[in-house]
């Protein structure tokens, strides 16, 4: 597996320059918010020809302002769950672009520059220990972020048929399994399923329902009925080796850093966790 370690950052200089439009729409007040290019994980290569993304390599965006804050501390809007999409949407400067239609890993990117940009690098959050249990404030640095361009591993036999969709066998059943890439859209319905399983104080089904969401053919069959009937019985080796596949092939930003417990000194890779802190490093 081959990874692209390039540290997180734009490619292409701020935009601080005022376009004339802005200096006639705001006489005697010509003050206009910065821009910047964000790298996109996935390189436009998995949109489809119509969508604005596809063959873009960066996209640009605004620097956090107030009202991206007002967006964030809105009671109506967390509760239903759509600050942060409403936050990228107001951050593109292309208003073409329907944020929902993003990939996720693209959407990560805009999240972690966007953050940068508006709060530093150093990201300071309450950290569970693994091994021993104890909460702890730790210290990250989003700067160590890197860039997964996605991959195609010859050992896990996975087909790219384009626009986003693979193919792959699963290893146990032999079954032929045809898997697409997920948008904002899938990522807020999966949240969003999660959270009304925990409302009705019903068990959550995060594996299968990202199988269900992720699932577009089982042996060439892309009736629902067929995709049923893999989840109710599919292995977990198979399972397994279907998010795998899905894992590798996905363009997405690593925010794997180093972790050390204050406690027990416990060391290992962790995940990033993005908590509220993300965006309220004060708070």
Same mark, same amino acid.
């Given at each position: 597996?081959?990874?692209?370690?390039?540290?997180?950052?734009?490619?292409?200089?701020?935009?601080?320059?005022?376009?004339?439009?802005?200096?006639?729409?705001?006489?005697? /007040?010509?003050? *206009?918010?910065?821009?910047? /290019?964000?790298?996109?994980?996935?390189?436009?290569?998995?949109?489809?020809?119509? @969508?604005?993304? @596809?063959?873009?390599?960066?996209?640009?965006?605004?620097?956090?302002?107030?009202?991206?804050?007002?967006?964030?501390?809105?009671?109506?809007?967390?509760?239903?769950? +759509?600050?942060?999409?409403?936050?990228?949407?107001?951050?593109?400067?292309?208003?073409?672009?329907?944020?929902?239609?993003?990939?996720?890993? =693209?959407? &990560?990117?805009?999240?972690?520059?966007?953050?940068?940009?508006?709060?530093?690098?150093?990201?300071?959050?309450? +950290? %569970?220990?693994?091994?021993?249990?104890? +909460?702890?404030? $730790?210290? /990250?640095?989003?700067?160590?972020?890197?860039?997964?361009?996605?991959?195609?591993?010859?050992?896990?036999?996975?087909?790219?048929?384009? &626009?986003? !969709?693979?193919?792959?066998?699963?290893?146990?059943?032999?079954?032929?399994?045809?898997?697409?890439?997920?948008?904002?859209?899938?990522?807020?319905?999966?949240? %969003?399923?999660?959270?009304?399983?925990?409302?009705?104080?019903?068990?959550?089904?995060?594996?299968?329902?990202?199988?269900?969401?992720?699932? *577009?053919?089982?042996?060439? =069959?892309?009736?629902?009925?067929? +995709?049923? $009937?893999? !989840?109710?019985?599919?292995?977990?080796?198979?399972?397994?080796?279907?998010? %795998?596949? $899905?894992?590798? *092939?996905?363009?997405?930003?690593?925010? %794997?850093? $180093? /972790?050390?417990?204050?406690?027990?000194?416990?060391?290992?890779?962790?995940?990033?966790?993005?908590?509220?802190?993300?965006?309220?490093?004060?708070?």
């Amino acid at each position: 597996m081959s990874r692209n370690r390039d540290r997180l950052g734009t490619s292409a200089p701020e935009n601080n320059s005022t376009p004339p439009q802005a200096l006639q729409q705001n006489p005697g /007040f010509a003050f *206009v918010v910065p821009t910047e /290019f964000v790298e996109l994980p996935s390189n436009g290569r998995f949109y489809s020809e119509n @969508h604005p993304l @596809h063959g873009q390599t960066t996209i640009e965006i605004k620097q956090m302002t107030a009202k991206e804050e007002d967006i964030l501390t809105s009671r109506t809007l967390l509760k239903n769950g +759509v600050a942060i999409d409403r936050v990228i949407q107001s951050l593109i400067v292309d208003k073409s672009i329907n944020s929902d239609t993003l990939l996720v890993g =693209d959407r &990560n990117a805009i999240l972690i520059a966007a953050r940068s940009s508006g709060y530093g690098t150093d990201y300071d959050t309450k +950290v %569970t220990c693994p091994s021993c249990g104890v +909460v702890q404030e $730790y210290s /990250f640095n989003l700067n160590d972020a890197t860039v997964h361009t996605g991959n195609i591993s010859p050992a896990l036999e996975i087909t790219d048929k384009g &626009n986003g !969709i693979f193919e792959t066998t699963l290893p146990r059943t032999g079954v032929q399994v045809g898997f697409r890439l997920l948008d904002g859209m899938d990522e807020k319905g999966m949240l %969003t399923r999660a959270e009304n399983a925990r409302k009705r104080k019903k068990s959550e089904q995060a594996v299968t329902d990202l199988i269900r969401t992720m699932v *577009v053919s089982v042996n060439g =069959d892309q009736s629902p009925q067929a +995709v049923e $009937y893999l !989840i109710d019985n599919i292995p977990s080796i198979d399972a397994r080796h279907l998010r %795998t596949c $899905y894992k590798e *092939v996905t363009p997405n930003i690593d925010m %794997t850093q $180093y /972790f050390e417990c204050q406690e027990c000194g416990h060391e290992q890779d962790m995940e990033v966790p993005l908590t509220a802190d993300f965006f309220w490093p004060d708070r």
